[in-house]
């Protein structure tokens, strides 16, 4: 299983950035993916997830700004991000809680940068 993460870049504050995140590898069930972020020297914090069902949970400095959807026919999840401010600059990374037969296991992709300028 493998996750690649697209989007992410340099925006001055107020604007808006929109993530991505492929699932793709050998037969699986995804259920849960979503976003977390880490700044150097931090813990890794909750962004957003969706369940397979279309449940959300926010992160509460990102709640009324951000907006995780998925398409579940693309195994991909989205993340809408607007009214950004400075201390939204982190890498994102996507995050899939996927099951390969009974195997429950934790998949990561690789970070995505996220710059807002202030």
């Known amino acids: 299983v493998q996750l690649q993460a697209f989007g992410g870049g340099l925006v001055q504050t107020g604007g808006s950035l929109r993530l991505s995140c492929v699932v793709s590898?050998?037969?699986?069930?995804?259920?849960?993916m979503g976003w977390y972020r880490q700044a150097p020297g931090k813990q890794r914090e909750l962004v957003a997830l969706?369940?397979?069902?279309?449940?959300?949970t926010y992160g509460d400095s990102v709640k009324g700004r951000f907006t995780i959807s998925k398409d579940s026919g693309k195994n991909t999840v989205n993340l809408q991000m607007n009214s950004l401010k400075p201390e939204d600059t982190d890498v994102y990374y996507c995050?899939?809680?996927?099951?390969?037969?009974?195997?429950?296991?934790?998949?990561w992709g690789q970070g995505t940068q996220v710059t807002v300028s202030s």
């Open positions: 969706i369940t397979n069902g279309g449940v959300t």
């Open positions: 590898g050998s037969i699986f069930i995804i259920n849960r």
């Open positions: 995050n899939a809680l996927v099951s390969v037969g009974s195997v429950l296991s934790n998949y």
